[in-house]
């Protein structure tokens, strides 16, 4: 303890009768130590802290408590002009002491010092309690626990062969086998004995042709590729009745000269020695290498081979490896041309071999030979492993192509219509051609489960569930990939009532969500649903903001009676004269620009241009001329008298309050003074300039902008999730190892309990119907709107525990924690998906390895993330480091600074950050643009810490004392919201 800087006899020694302590001081030296620290834990409430002063204890109340002094624990100290102390001092006295703001004056054995602020040394109380004899038990509900999430679409099996029907011939093994090698899979393969072998010989029917795999020895082999061609015999004969097609297939393979063939030391060179040097993968200029691709599979960035392709290519060039490869490979595609040649559709179907939509030069040529295969299943997500080429070149690749085209029409018109979009899905890799000739002979069902499970355009897969009557997965679809319009649009083209039908379900979604201004436009053109628009055109008018206006004059002028109706509510909002209205001004007269020439928008244009010149002269606001000009344009006889007042455009306009750096920093103060009557968990700001307060048990309350209480929600609320309408909201509150989550309807004024969901993490917004939640190592979107929670999609097992969300309504990311087992670090990955026709996975990073702890995280939804590591590594410099990672967006973002030893935390958006600190009692949050302006100051006095809410629209902060403050970051303006 510092000695007191000054020492004075004062004339009063103690306060008398009943005064306001700020602060008590228990003397141990009277006390003892025990009774000292007993009366501390007695007095101590939320928010309070204990200090060392002066051999004693000095407790801060949490806020100012009327007492009587000679019942009062400790010795009472008053708050006089930011100062405690023990006794009244008169103005003598006090500036001879001259304390400063901050400091304690105690008198003690008649003696007054005088304590600064850094002679105080704040304690933890909760060190004194004894916990040595507590065990922690972990607590469980005694109800039931809440049911699985259910699963809105579950995901469709992969399609099968069996998928397109029983005529559909099963895979051959030796397809089977060269497909599982050219995906990059190992196969075990079963071995027949001699009896076997003989006894499937003799069973075959007869003049069925079959390929046979022989288990040949290595210089079996070698006398096979040795061995001479001559005509007639089985597997190399060129017989004369099929010279035609082969003349054709060994022209294809006569171009490839680039390559030197491995029959030329002596071996004589046939056809096959041409097809065997097409197969040899070589990426030269002159000879572009064919393939066939796994479907599906995305080429790999082009890279060096390895040393195992290297020597693979060695041996294919100059051992005789290669012409056995090739003979092989040649045998097989003679033998897949002759059944077809033949008119053997269902044979040949069994040993056709997938193509891709383009040979791809890059993959590498597969070595296997045909084979059993693991299963049947199209795999429509593509074949794992590296691409690899049957080979033979392009030419091979457009003939096996043009043979699939020719059995393709061959069995629709024989009427074999399942038959030919397994060609066309499964051979061809034309899936979006198989839906729409499916979808042309009536197979609804079978189009829309191979346009789902081959990850067609969302918009399309949505159009074959609707078109095959499944109405409800066609909904749920839209609504998780948000592709309502271009699932309408395509609709539109041939289907115009089922397109209407579901543009209604889309409306019925959006006014659901509480979009009643979407949901109109996007009902409006359907005239017979004309009555519901006018019913969610009243409801989104009672919402306000920008989207009121505009259905106020919607009712205006679309309904026979709207204009009366409107009348009282248009005369309000044109004749305010404050700027906070000016934006609802500006979408009204832009929604009467928009309308039809009528009466009633006669009638309505003088008063709203008269509103929008009284604006234009405004500096604080932007220019609205050129609206003005477009108005005026319209030549309407009632806009004549008003030509000549036509304001022209300011030359000059006062630039946002973002970026209008040559002002000062707003600074606003929030001390013990503000503090309110209840606890603020959470704070959102809603349109109106209106503040939603989650107030823990005592529920939810809805503050004008004038702060008066507007509603009261009678549901637990200790955190708001806001939709982006801001008309809805979920109140959240922890009840075990569960939250329950409230709806609340901010325009009904009406709150209803939902359900109760085990959380970890959530994005703090959501679009009114889709929120995204996180539960272990679950990522889930949840359908808000349903009677029961329901998971619309979902990420299993995503290796770690989420930390942090944030969603948009292009955008959703989130923070991993993985744990590495056996080890003493972790590691922090950001997932960033995109939302629209999606979600889709768009980025993965780490963001570093931790081996100490993370104290503070940010996220924003386009995946810029921040982070303080409070002790880092040993190879590193002591002291907080930061961790970063930029978003996966071209825009400006945001410059990482090494933290000090007082930042606390970091809040981002893309636009702002919040940087909070923490002196002693002082807590101050630093508001800066991206570009690393400080626009903003806030300063709380005393404890606990304060939280931050930070949009593109405004920024609140408050505490529990009930402090709430938040600014306008587009006008700069501050409002403090008393909480009463």
């Not at 400790?74 to 009244?88: D, M, R």
């Not at 049957?390 to 085209?405: H, I, K, Q, S, T």
């Amino acid at each position: 303890m510092s000695a007191a800087s000054g020492a004075v006899r004062p004339c009063a020694q103690v306060h008398r009768g009943t005064v306001v302590a700020a602060a008590w001081w228990f003397h141990p030296g009277l006390l003892g130590e025990a009774e000292a620290r007993r009366r501390v834990l007695a007095a101590w409430s939320p928010g309070a802290t204990v200090w060392a002063l002066a051999g004693g204890h000095l407790l801060k109340l949490a806020a100012p408590c009327k007492s009587a002094v000679e019942s009062a624990p400790g010795l009472p100290l008053v708050l006089e002009s930011g100062v405690l102390t023990s006794a009244p001092l008169s103005p003598k006295e006090r500036e001879r002491l001259a304390p400063p703001p901050g400091a304690v004056v105690l008198v003690h054995e008649g003696i007054a010092r005088m304590y600064g602020p850094g002679a105080l040394r704040q304690v933890d109380p909760g060190t004194w309690l004894d916990i040595s004899e507590w065990r922690r038990v972990r607590v469980k509900g005694l109800g039931a626990p809440p049911p699985p999430m259910k699963t809105a679409l579950e995901p469709l099996p992969p399609p099968t062969r069996a998928t397109f029907g029983p005529k559909v011939p099963a895979l051959a093994p030796e397809a089977e086998r060269m497909l599982a090698r050219m995906a990059g899979r190992e196969v075990p393969v079963v071995r027949e004995g001699f009896f076997e072998r003989l006894r499937r010989v003799f069973s075959r029917k007869p003049g069925e042709a079959v390929l046979t795999v022989h288990r040949e020895g290595f210089f079996a082999r070698l006398r096979q590729a040795f061995r001479t061609e001559t005509h007639g015999t089985p597997g190399n004969a060129l017989a004369p009745s099929r010279a035609g097609w082969l003349d054709r297939l060994r022209s294809a393979f006569s171009s490839d000269t680039a390559h030197t063939s491995a029959t030329d030391s002596g071996v004589r060179a046939g056809w096959l020695a041409r097809l065997l040097a097409g197969m040899r993968g070589r990426n030269d200029a002159t000879d572009s290498q064919g393939s066939l691709p796994a479907p599906g599979a995305r080429p790999a960035e082009p890279e060096g081979p390895s040393a195992l392709e290297q020597l693979k290519e060695w041996m294919l060039r100059n051992t005789l490896l290669g012409q056995l490869v090739g003979r092989r490979k040649g045998d097989y595609l003679r033998h897949l041309f002759e059944l077809f040649e033949q008119g053997n559709l269902d044979e040949a179907l069994r040993h056709a071999i997938p193509l891709g939509k383009d040979p791809d030069a890059r993959a590498k040529l597969a070595l296997g030979v045909p084979g059993p295969r693991e299963n049947l299943h199209i795999q429509p997500q593509g074949r794992s492993g590296a691409a690899q080429s049957f080979g033979g070149g392009p030419a091979v690749f457009e003939a096996l192509r043009e043979r699939y085209r020719e059995t393709f029409r061959r069995l629709e018109r024989e009427g074999r219509i399942d038959e030919a979009a397994f060609v066309l899905a499964e051979l061809l890799e034309a899936t979006e051609e198989a839906v729409s000739f499916l979808e042309r002979h009536g197979r609804f069902q079978l189009a829309a489960e191979l346009a789902e499970g081959r990850d067609l355009p969302p918009g399309l897969v949505v159009r074959q569930w609707f078109l095959a009557k499944d109405v409800e997965r066609a909904v749920a679809i839209a609504r998780r990939s948000g592709v309502f319009a271009d699932a309408v649009l395509r609709l539109e083209k041939t289907h115009p009532a089922e397109a209407q039908a579901l543009r209604l379900l889309w409306a019925e979604s959006l006014a659901e969500a509480g979009d009643w201004s979407r949901a109109v436009d996007v009902v409006w053109p359907v005239s017979s649903a004309r009555h519901i628009a006018r019913a969610w055109v009243e409801r989104g008018i009672q919402a306000g903001g920008t989207g009121s206006a505009k259905l106020l004059a919607r009712l205006a002028l679309a309904f026979p009676d709207g204009f009366g109706a409107a009348r009282e509510d248009i005369q309000a909002l044109l004749s305010d004269e404050t700027p906070t209205r000016a934006p609802e001004r500006l979408a009204f007269a832009t929604e009467l620009l928009r309308a039809d020439a009528s009466d009633a928008r006669s009638a309505l244009l003088v008063p709203t241009v008269r509103s929008l010149m009284r604006d234009e002269v405004m500096e604080e606001l932007p220019s609205n001329a050129r609206l003005l000009q477009q108005l005026h344009a319209l030549k309407d006889p009632a806009l004549a008298a008003l030509r000549t007042d036509l304001p022209t455009p300011r030359a000059s306009q006062r630039s946002p309050w973002a970026e209008t750096h040559d002002l000062p920093p707003v600074r606003v103060w929030m001390d013990r003074s503000h503090a309110g009557a209840h606890a603020v968990h959470d704070a959102v700001v809603l349109p109106g300039r209106r503040v939603l307060l989650a107030l823990g048990e005592a529920g939810a309350r809805l503050v004008g902008p004038d702060g008066r209480t507007l509603a009261g929600f009678d549901v637990p609320a200790f955190s708001l999730v806001l939709s982006a309408q801001g008309n809805r909201a979920l109140a959240l509150a922890r009840r075990g190892d569960l939250w329950r989550v409230s709806r609340l309807d901010l325009v009904e004024r009406r709150a209803t309990r939902w359900c109760d969901l085990e959380l970890d993490a959530w994005a703090p917004t959501y679009d009114g119907e889709r929120w995204f939640t996180a539960t272990r190592d679950t990522v889930t979107m949840v359908d808000t709107l349903a009677a029961e929670p329901r998971s619309l999609w979902r990420v299993p097992e995503v290796g770690g525990t989420v930390l942090e969300m944030a969603a948009d309504a292009k955008h959703l990311s989130f923070l991993v924690l993985h744990l590495t087992p056996g080890q003493d670090f972790e590691r922090l990955e950001r997932w960033v998906y995109a939302l629209e026709s999606g979600p889709v996975l768009r980025g993965r990073a780490d963001m570093k390895d931790l081996r100490e702890t993370l104290d503070v995280l940010s996220l924003t939804p386009d995946g810029e993330a921040m982070g303080v590591l409070i002790a880092p590594t040993e190879d590193e410099e002591p002291g907080p480091w930061p961790y970063y990672v930029a978003p996966i967006v071209a825009r400006r973002f945001h410059r990482p600074s090494r933290p000090d030893g007082e930042r606390m935390g970091v809040v981002l958006t893309p636009s702002w950050s919040v940087t909070r600190f923490q002196k002693r009692e002082l807590h101050t949050a630093v508001l800066r643009t991206v570009a690393d302006h400080p626009r903003a100051t806030v300063e709380f006095s005393g404890t606990p810490p304060q939280v931050v809410r930070l949009t593109e629209d405004w920024c609140a902060i408050h505490d529990l004392h009930g402090r709430v403050v938040w600014l306008d970051l587009h006008s700069g303006e501050v409002h403090r919201v008393p909480v009463v």
